[in-house]
């Protein structure tokens, strides 16, 4: 069994990879078998920092021969070094799973050698972890750029989800701060597994044979590390959501765990990553396209979150009525969430709402107000440049608020789910 | 004023229903201590398996999914939960069908909102549930939710370790679901439960909490995050955040 003292190194190191759900797979129990996946995730804990723990997330190794210059765990670093064996790791996970302390295994590694080398070592050990240990919980891996094509969809059958990082916004950056890393050796096995993926779907379900990826792929990049502007991120997030089909997209603000002169000093604001993750759902959830949230070489606004700012520019299509508006119009009024859209919808069926009516239904009216009307009442300002200094007045209390540690529950949820 | 006093139970309720639902100004309740009013009667009222299949059935006939909805406010653990039920029942009799949607109504607001209640905490806890390895090789459970939901969560656990004997604990309302690989029973327990534990299981918890303590950002705090998903009136039988846990 492993110590705790290798415990700890691994998971320090795992540690930055933000990505934690358990999502998306409905993995049943075979015969004889521990665990299964619950298609909504679960989370088991939460951590200081707000963070939840649903899956053990851990490094086989952290002995890397990569020099990637923003990266603890990189080959010139000065840190603790250690490493486990895959029997290790999978006795590890079953006995965390049966005390019922996570939904599954995070596996990553440092690329110890040579990646064909560390991508065997990681999908050997999640073989065995689903055939020696006979475990159907969720298993996300983390696939290590330029393995093998074998390897990785080797991998693809066994694992839930897998995630390549991209690490950066522009092949550039990428070339200049993790010089052994190549744009291709990150895209194409994204783009391989999406295909498999595709080509398996049609199969699968011909003739129920085993899963392939069942949770698809997600990536993570670091913002703040590079010069990349917001609009420039947000069209490659949309990019690979299209290309690949890609479940989640995180965003990473930079940390400065090393100092370089490549490397800005200061910690990327957690207000950016906030305001990124904003945008993301807009993308994904309310049917806006990176266009028109930002400019190619904009940023996106401190003031008031993305959908505020975008309201803002286009108050000609502006206000609109509760009791006749489209859902993909209500979608895109500030302050109205999918929740409340949905709600709306399905409350003005049986009678017509008034502004009682929103408030009783908990629709958040401190921003909407200014964007809609309710039989033909409107209470909101006339005035927009009013208006714009209201919502950033109001979005300033939240930031304060924010950097702070998230007060009300609302702001806090709207964080994680980034629900405007 | 009639006051309709129910065991609890789900049956009782829909007995209860039978004569409250078209009694105006009535209360229903399962609640040990109540206030009376001057004009208060009394109505004891037990399960009635005819009164009770009347009910169900009108109701059924209405709206299928109101059934589930009304036994999931039922395991509310606050005394008004009869009264949220009753009132949503009343508007499905009224309007002879679903009432779900109508968002805007008060007495639909209010069931939703504990009926969302149950369910969300039945969620956390497939998450927040703590399994100790006892000296028999047997995992005990223990845990005091606000809400009934040792029901709801027990599928869950039979689907996901099916191959492990498990004891689940509710230590406040004293009963306990026992699944020892074949067949599982909800039984009447005493508050607390003396179990020996393996000698492994402290050296399990000692990982867990080391990991625990690795896994933290402690650049980033955010204690009030962390407090809002997981309320520290679950903490006391999760050994991460519980030192003296056993």
Known sequence: MIDAKRLSILTESAKYDVSCSSSGSARANKKGGVGNASIGGICHSFTPDGRCISLLK??????????????????????ERASATPD????????????????????????????????????????????????????????????????????????????????????????????????????????????????????????????FLPAGQTTQMIVGASPESDGRILRLSEAMYRKFSLKRVYYSSYVPVVHHSLLPDKCTGLLREHRLYQADWLMRF??????????????????????CAWALKNMHLFPVEINSAPLEMLLRVPGIGTLGAYKIIKARKFTSLNFDNLAKMRIVLKRAKHFITCGGKFFGCENISSVRTLLALESKEEKYEQLSLFSTPETSLSALTGQL | MNIYITDGSEDAFYSAAFYACTDADCVVTSAKHIQLTLDARIIPTDADPEKCARVKNKLAQYDRGSLGDISLILRRGCDTREMTALNYLRRIVQSKGPVRDRLSDPAVIEAMDEREKVTLEAHRFKGFLRFMESEGGIFYAPFAPDNDILELILPHFLRRLPTQAFVIHDTLRHKAALWNGKDCAIAATDENVSVCFSPEEENFQKLWREYYRSVNIAQRPHEKQMKGYMPVRYWKFMPEKNPNLR
Do not use: W
Request: some cysteine; aromatic content about 10%; hydrophobic content about 35%.
């Open chain 1, 58 to 79: 851990i490094l086989l190794s952290n002995k890397c021969v990569y020099n990637c210059l923003y990266c603890p765990n990189r080959a010139e670093a000065d840190v």
């Open chain 1, 88 to 211: 290790e790791i999978c006795e590890l996970v079953m006995s965390f799973y049966k005390r019922n302390y996570i939904e599954g295994l995070f596996l990553s590694s440092a690329v110890e050698k040579s990646p064909d080398y560390t991508m065997e070592r990681l999908v050997e050990t999640i073989i065995r972890l689903r055939k020696v240990y006979n475990f159907n919980g969720y298993i996300h891996l983390k696939g290590i750029p330029s393995a093998d094509r074998a390897l990785i969809s080797r991998a693809a059958r066994y694992a839930d989800r897998m995630s390549f990082n991209v690490e950066f916004p522009s092949e550039n950056s990428l070339k200049l701060l993790a010089p052994q890393k190549s744009k291709e050796g990150l895209l194409i096995p994204m783009k391989q597994l999406a295909a498999e993926k595709q080509a398996f779907s049609a199969e699968e379900k011909a003739k129920k044979i085993s899963k």
């Open chain 1, 286 to 307: 309310y049917g806006f396209s990176a266009g028109e949230i930002a400019g190619e070489g904009e940023n996106l606004p401190e003031e008031y979150d993305p959908k």
